[in-house]
């Protein structure tokens, strides 16, 4: 079982300002409260190939991730994939960013969830809880930007 989520926001900064927060990989946990820690574990810039290892609690439990850019266009398209194995993971997810007006920008935030052995069973709810919370997760991220 796998299933989408996304939501939308706009913020009031610029779309190259946006992105660089978004694409610096570390900033999640001002946004994301499930994710407790996160650390880029590759040298370089960030980019395509650029990977990140986060600690994250779920119903409770507490895993490991690990994702990887495998998109990166400036200042408009970031994608990524979840390298880790766990019940649950992110296939793919991405941030697109476009202008809206002078000094604003339109962003949209979504993953792919899917299931994997036990996990199948739990990913729709996974799934339905992700997107009951899309558009307030993609708030908290228009706070985290402009409180940056």
Same mark, same amino acid.
Not at 23 to 28: I, L, Y
Not at 31 to 51: C, M, Q, Y
Not at 120 to 123: D, G, N, Q
């Given at each position: ?10 913020? %009031? ?6 992105f660089?927060?978004l ?6 946990p001002k ?21 990140f290892q986060?600690?994250?609690?779920d119903?409770g ?10 998109e990166f ?10 390298r ?12 697109d960013?476009?202008p809206a ?18 996990g199948?069973?739990?990913?729709g ?7 009951? %919370?899309?558009?307030?997760f993609?708030?908290r ?8």
């Open positions: 079982m796998s299933g989408r989520f996304e939501g939308t926001t706009v913020i %009031d900064r610029p779309i190259d300002e946006v660089a927060f694409a610096e990989g570390t900033n999640d946004f994301s409260p499930r994710v407790l820690e996160i650390h880029k574990t590759t040298d370089a810039p960030p980019g395509v190939g650029t990977r986060s600690t994250v609690k119903a439990m507490k895993t490991k991730r690990e994702f990887e850019y495998t266009d400036a200042p408009t398209r970031i994608r990524w994939a979840e880790s194995k766990n019940l649950v993971t992110a296939a793919e997810g991405g941030y960013l476009v007006g002078e000094g604003s920008t339109r962003l949209t935030i979504f993953n792919e969830l899917e299931g994997h052995g036990l199948k069973l739990i990913a709810f996974a799934v339905s809880q992700a997107r009951k %919370d899309a558009d307030a993609a708030g991220i228009k706070q985290a930007v402009e409180g940056s």
